[in-house]
């Protein structure tokens, strides 16, 4: 859902930031320099992390332990990385006081009518893939109760 997220969201960037005389790509030294992309970022890289370090441990018990732990940690980096330090720093992005979802002078009436429904169609899809992982380990169990 992260990589899905900031892939959509560097084509949405190159539409509402775009440059005038060159509308199809938004100027890079500005986006590179966007504190809620890097967190992102940040965010995607220690996710992909945990993956790496999951898949090095062998031993079942002490992989979900050190999982856990791990987890819990990459969970409250969450936090400064993604909410704090990008309200703290100039943005390109709408919303630096309180919630840009929800202040209608931070988002453009055209822009909310592409908004909503997108973040009704993420949260559909999360929900599809969660039901998918879920059914998908009910059919494993199935498998393995009559094996």
């Known amino acids: 859902m992260g990589l899905l997220g900031y892939g959509t969201g560097a084509i949405w960037a190159a539409y509402t930031w775009a440059d005038p005389n060159n509308p199809a790509y938004a100027s890079f030294g500005s986006i590179a320099r966007e504190p809620k992309l890097i967190g992102a970022a940040m965010a995607i890289l220690v996710y992909f992390a945990y993956f790496i370090l999951r898949d090095s441990v062998t031993d079942m018990d002490r992989r979900a332990r050190v999982s856990a732990v791990y987890n819990i940690f990459a969970y409250a980096m969450l936090f400064p990385s993604i909410w704090i330090v990008p309200r703290l720093l100039p943005s390109l992005h709408p919303g630096q ?51």
């Open 97 to 147: 006081e309180g919630n840009p979802a929800l202040n209608f002078n931070d988002i453009d009436a055209r822009m909310r009518m592409v908004f909503y429904p997108a973040v009704i169609g993420w949260t559909l899809l999360g929900t599809w893939i969660a039901t998918l992982k879920i059914r998908l380990d009910i059919l494993r169990e199935k498998k393995w109760s009559n094996a």
